[in-house]
T-cell receptor
Framework: DAGVIQSPRHEVTEMGQEVTLRCKPISGHNSLFWYRQTMMRGLELLIYFNNNVPIDDSGMPEDRFSAKMPNASFSTLKIQPSEPRDSAVYFC???????????????FGEGSWLTVV | QQQVKQSPQSLIVQKGGISIINCAYENTAFDYFPWYQQFPGKGPALLIAIRPDVSEKKEGRFTISFNKSAKQFSLHIMDSQPGDSATYFCAPWGQETSGSRLTFGEGTQLTVNP
């Protein structure tokens, strides 16, 4: 049973370069989330989609960050241009929202470890 | 993000001991109270969760205690094992928060010494 699949697992890039992180959510899930994890700030929600539509992007740090979900099985998070302070682990996660009343178990991928030098 | 306060930041326990991690929240609209467990190099994974209509839930060695009036819930790990060494996050959720947003605590790094 495949979980959330992220790629690349590790990326080292130079400052100013474009970075694209990819995510395949669990089949049938209708919500997708992008989180960033750092020692300083912990787990931060960057953006989430419901039924492929961005619902809340208030966590996106700045215009250098963008996210898309062209279909139910694929999403990207793009950083352009990248900066050293973007170095972090980026997690994609998905969930199935059955109803407003149901609990929301979120399934995380293994993360994309980004280093910007 | 500051709606959730987790403590302690780190915890060291001997094998066989009891680990207790606490989470205090402000938003009274929260109605689902999960704990997530994260091992190094992995994403967080749901460990155990509770709804506010019960005060305690036990799954094996893991217990959640919930105090609605105090707006707190805690994770108890009985007979702690070295394999429990991980970072634990509380992540309360409520239907009135913006959609499905989970509010993660800062995390507690648990080390269980053999």
């Amino acid at each position: 049973d495949a979980g959330v699949i992220q790629s690349p697992r590790h990326e080292v890039t130079e400052m100013g370069q474009e970075v694209t992180l990819r995510c395949k959510p669990i089949s049938g899930h209708n919500s997708l989330f992008w989180y960033r994890q750092t020692m300083m700030r912990g787990l931060e929600l960057l953006i989430y989609f419901n039924n492929n539509v961005p619902i809340d992007d208030s966590g996106m740090p700045e215009d250098r960050f963008s996210a898309k979900m062209p279909n139910a099985s694929f999403s990207t998070l793009k950083i352009q241009p990248s900066e050293p302070r973007d170095s972090a682990v980026y997690f994609c996660a998905s969930s199935l929202r059955i109803s407003l009343r149901s609990g929301n178990t979120i399934y995380f991928g293994e993360g994309s470890w980004l280093t910007v030098v | 993000q500051q709606q959730v306060k987790q403590s302690p930041q780190s915890l060291i326990v001997q094998k066989g001991g009891i680990s207790i991690i606490n989470c205090a929240y402000e938003n009274t609209a929260f109605d689902y109270f999960p704990w997530y467990q994260q091992f190094p190099g992995k994403g967080p994974a749901l460990l155990i969760a509770i709804r506010p209509d019960v005060s305690e839930k036990k799954e094996g060695r893991f217990t959640i205690s919930f105090n609605k009036s105090a707006k707190q819930f805690s994770l108890h790990i009985m007979d702690s094992q070295p394999g429990d060494s991980a970072t634990y996050f509380c992540a309360p959720w409520g239907q009135e928060t913006s959609g499905s947003r989970l509010t993660f605590g800062e995390g507690t790094q648990l080390t269980v010494n053999p």
